[in-house]
């Protein structure tokens, strides 16, 4: 797994998930074949969890690796 920096078509602040993927060429392979991108919000919610999220391929505008 790995983090990336989502940046999507209507909304102005990035999305950061980690998501089942390695490398950004795995994750390029993901976006292609698939309608969603699944992977975990990196920042818990008020009860502790780490949110799972789903992004729809259709919005994604850029992806950068995150640090």
Same mark, same amino acid.
């Given at each position: 797994?790995?983090t990336f920096r989502f940046h999507?078509?209507?909304?102005?602040?990035?999305?950061?998930?980690? *998501?089942?993927?390695?490398?950004?060429?795995?994750? &390029?392979? +993901?976006v292609s074949r698939q309608r969603?991108?699944?992977?975990?919000?990196l920042e818990p919610d008020s009860?502790? *969890?780490?949110?799972?999220?789903?992004?729809?391929? &259709?919005? +994604?505008?850029?992806?950068?690796?995150?640090?």
């Amino acid at each position: 797994m790995a983090t990336f920096r989502f940046h999507l078509i209507g909304t102005p602040q990035p999305v950061e998930l980690d *998501v089942a993927a390695d490398t950004i060429r795995e994750l &390029s392979e +993901i976006v292609s074949r698939q309608r969603f991108v699944e992977g975990r919000l990196l920042e818990p919610d008020s009860d502790g *969890v780490l949110l799972g999220m789903l992004i729809a391929t &259709s919005r +994604i505008q850029c992806v950068v690796e995150a640090t």
